[in-house]
DNA sequence: TCTATCATGTAACCAGTTACATGATTTT
DNA sequence: AAAATCATGTAACTGGTTACATGATAGA
């Protein structure tokens, strides 16, 4: 087995990245992470950061730097990666890129699951959700357009070209779906439409 | 905003669905949903689905519906879904398969922070990837043959369809990603390089 | 100057995982 | 009959989210 990392969060991974830049407190990593877009990439939210950075201090990947008070602000503890710290960065984004594991995303256990909804209204939702997939499609080009043009480097956005490539995909499957249901010669139609008490769903409007 | 779920865990939403089709115990829902190879779709474990079934009742999704001792073995309580329980299915699924949610894949994670690692590298931890990509889908494929040979029905085979789509979409990007890295033409390898102290990787052995 | 929003952190709560417990079968 | 595995459930722990608290700045 893999060795366990000892915090699992991807949140962690993202701090680590950061802090091996330059030493910050908590608040200044939330905000960097939403300036660079990271949220799109990286679930978080406000108290999941001190929770993930109080974590790797607890591990040794990073150490409290300085316990600095500005004027009157509440004190702001500025972290700093440690070796050990910047070793398990290396180590666990080699891990993801080079490995990838088992995921999973809601739309397979809902497919999973369809054949308790009748046929007849699952592709008016698969139709629904091809139409949210190319909006989804359309603002991450849009987001990549606007960015390049900012002059980000291409580098940066390679992330937003993969789930880009992903929607593609999902979108032409779901286009697949909804026709090979409406196909009158499909063989599994008819037996779940019959289940539901529905008639076979017709093909109009693909 | 859509109305936030009771029971917001994925696994609540294959107990309603199984429950749906008879009542049942705790233990047995988890045999059935292995039977059925939902835990490729659907992440659970013999504890979280005590934890799920308890959620789900005193959300009244479901209800205890009897408790029988047999012989002497632990008194096994048997649930069965109430008429909230089949609206909260119905409408979940819908949304499911209707509204495609922002969702957190690791490697989107990963390649966000992807420069952290010298391209040299990468190029050769994406090449393990594309491996690990085509041995999954191969799996994924042969699960469907047989399965499909075992007289299962296409229907109960879509999500790992879907599932094949979307790791032939990554490969594909993943051997992308390759070409761009180790093409001399691109602009941004070779500042990716220098930053850590590199030369641009060679584009030997795709 | 009152109100909103920013900046910063802590605490309480809920979800999820791992480990424990125990009688019943089956295998050796 | 001892060991392993199945069947069934509970309890303890850890991770993550939401809500709370509070001083500082900026806008009305």
Known sequence: MPAQR??????????????SQQPMHPYELGRSLREHG??????????????VVGQLARAGLVTEQETSRGGQR????????TDAGRAELRDWL?????????????????LS???ALPPGQVTGL???????LARQRAESQALIDTSLAAGVPGLFLVEEEYRIAL???????TGQL??????????WTSPWAQFHGESAPSEEGD
Do not use: C, W
């Open 6 to 19: 000892k915090v699992s969060n991807l949140l962690a991974l993202a701090v680590l990245s950061y802090l």
């Open 38 to 51: 990271d949220d799109r990439s990286i679930k978080f939210n406000h108290g999941s950061l001190y929770m």
């Open 74 to 81: 509440p004190e702001r503890t500025v972290y700093a990666i």
């Open 94 to 110: 080699a891990e993801l890129v080079g490995q990838p594991r088992h995921e999973f995303p809601a739309f397979v256990a809902a």
């Open 113 to 115: 699951l369809i054949s």
């Open 126 to 132: 698969l139709r629904q959700r091809r139409e949210h």
């Open 167 to 173: 929607l593609a995909a999902d979108e032409a499957f």
């Open 178 to 187: 909804i026709a090979r249901i409406t196909d009158p010669g499909t063989d």
